[in-house]
Structure formats: structure tokens, C-alpha cells
Nanobody, 128 residues
Framework: QVQLVESGGGLVQAGGSLRLSCTAS????????MGWFRQAPGKEREFVSA????????DYADSVKGRFTLSRDNAKNMVYLQMNSLKPEDTAVYYC?????????????????????WGQGTQVTVSS
């Protein structure tokens, strides 16, 4: 079991920045691929970013590439999503997720079905 808790959401003006954090605990959390997804009202949950277990590989949705940076500190069991140049369309609930070892190799890291463990979500609101 892996437990995930997100923090760092809030209200920010367009062009501003926020850093989301995800605290992971439980067995094998440091060996899991970690991902961030977001869900806006009335929309499906969508992929934002993912990072390999070592932190050496990251993947970003086209909509956030160049503005968001994902990193992890396995010694602290933390994952960080730095969000810069925020836009009103980034408004959503952001979820941290952990994938079982090997799952993303089979289905990829961009689909929610790759992830078994989810946090409760943190709200990000960007005003225009």
C-alpha cells in the first residue's frame, strides 16, 4: 500500500506560480512511477506529468510543457510539481498518483489506469 497526500494548491493570478507537493508513504513508494493528473469541473481526468522512479525521466502533457517541472526526492519520499506561467485553463483539482512497479511499462504513464494509488487532490484556481 502507498499513501499519498497533496499540498500546495491555492488561488493565484494568471502568470503566477505554485508548487504542489506530494508526500508518499508505504512500501515501495520510492520505486514507483509517480504521476500528476488534473480534473476540471465537467471534464475527464487528464494527464499532466509523470516521473520515473529514479527521477531521471520525466514526461509532460503538451499543454504544460515548458511551464511545469516535475521532480522527486526519494530520500524524503516527496514529489514536487513546480507550475509557472499559470493560465486560467490550468484551474482544476490536481491529483498525485503512484503506479505499481512495471505497470507503466505495460500501459504507459499517461493513462489513469496505470496508477493504483491516488491522493485526495488539491485545488488550483488561476484567475484571469
Amino acid at each position: 500500500q502507498v499513501q499519498l497526500v497533496e499540498s500546495g494548491g491555492g488561488l493565484v493570478q494568471a502568470g503566477g506560480s505554485l508548487r504542489l507537493s506530494c508526500t508518499a508513504s508505504g512500501r515501495t513508494s520510492s520505486s514507483a512511477v509517480m504521476g500528476w493528473f488534473r480534473q476540471a469541473p465537467g471534464k475527464e481526468r487528464e494527464f499532466v506529468s509523470a516521473i520515473s522512479s529514479s527521477g531521471g525521466y520525466t514526461d509532460y502533457a503538451d499543454s504544460v510543457k515548458g511551464r511545469f517541472t516535475l521532480s522527486r526526492d526519494n530520500a524524503k519520499n516527496m514529489v514536487y510539481l513546480q507550475m509557472n506561467s499559470l493560465k486560467p485553463e490550468d484551474t482544476a483539482v490536481y491529483y498525485c498518483a503512484a503506479a505499481p512497479v512495471g505497470r507503466t511499462a505495460a500501459v504507459g504513464s499517461r493513462t489513469p489506469i496505470a496508477y493504483d494509488y491516488w491522493g485526495q487532490g488539491t485545488q488550483v484556481t488561476v484567475s484571469s
